[in-house]
């Protein structure tokens, strides 16, 4: 089991591009979850998915920001336009979906804006 | 939603000592509380969860304490080792329904001092 698989690891976009963040959730899992981290600071939550659903993302901002988790292949977080104030931390986490169960997490992409 | 309260927000230690991070959470209906370790650079990792059918647990050096009635948990570590040294996020259910998505603390910053 590879475990939860973000990519990249690294990030690096001028301001007004577009990033793409991917990520795998282990294997059997089918909840996933977006985290942001600014440095220094801690976890926030962004938006938790499920195949092909949207279950919450009162966490992400309205505008730029777009997750989806499609039916074949990894979830992708994606942030149009970006600005400085985007760079940071991006964790992804994956559970089985069953109650009180463990959440993993990735690696994660760190994105600056340049 | 889910309020999640976390104390200290930094902590030093001298290496044999004891450490204790304090949690508090708003919403009475969450049941499942666990707690990540984040070393500088990685992701989040769990390193001891509770339920609420129990009011203590233990796992080596550290130990996790609910009082559900005063609606906070405690993580204990005790005899503290240079490689405790890390940032601790306590967690809740963000949901009384949806006990997948967790809602973090802000984050405890221990250094453990040799």
């Known amino acids: 089991n590879a475990g939860v698989m973000q990519n990249p690891r690294h990030l690096v976009r001028r301001r007004g591009q577009e990033a793409r963040l991917r990520c795998s959730p282990m294997k059997g899992h089918s909840h996933v979850y977006w985290y942001r981290q600014l440095p220094e600071e801690g976890l926030k939550f962004m938006v938790y998915?499920?195949?092909?659903?949207?279950?919450?993302e009162s966490g992400m901002p309205k505008e730029r920001f777009s997750a989806e988790f499609p039916k074949e292949g990894p979830s992708i977080l994606r942030i149009q336009q970006v600005v400085r104030g985007d760079s940071a931390a991006y964790f992804c986490?994956?559970?089985?979906?069953?109650?009180?169960?463990?959440?993993?997490f990735g690696q994660g992409t760190r994105l600056t804006v340049v | 939603g889910e309020n999640v309260e976390q104390h200290p927000s930094t902590l030093s230690v001298q290496e044999g000592d004891s450490a204790v991070i304090k949690c508090t959470y708003s919403d009475s209906a969450s049941n499942y509380f666990p707690w990540y370790k984040q070393e500088l650079g990685k992701r989040p990792q769990l390193i001891i969860d509770?339920?609420?059918?129990?009011g203590e647990k233990k796992d080596q050096r550290i130990a996790v304490t609910l009082n559900k009635t005063a609606k906070h948990f405690s993580l204990h570590i005790t005899e503290t080792q240079p490689e405790d040294s890390a940032v601790y996020f306590c967690?809740?259910?963000?949901?009384?329904?949806?006990?997948?998505?967790?809602?973090f603390g802000p984050g405890t910053s221990l250094s453990v001092i040799p």
């Open positions: 967690a809740a259910p963000g949901e009384e329904t949806s006990y997948d998505k967790v809602i």
């Open positions: 986490a994956s559970s089985g979906g069953t109650e009180n169960t463990e959440a993993f």
């Open positions: 509770i339920r609420s059918n129990v």
């Open positions: 998915l499920q195949k092909e659903n949207i279950i919450d």
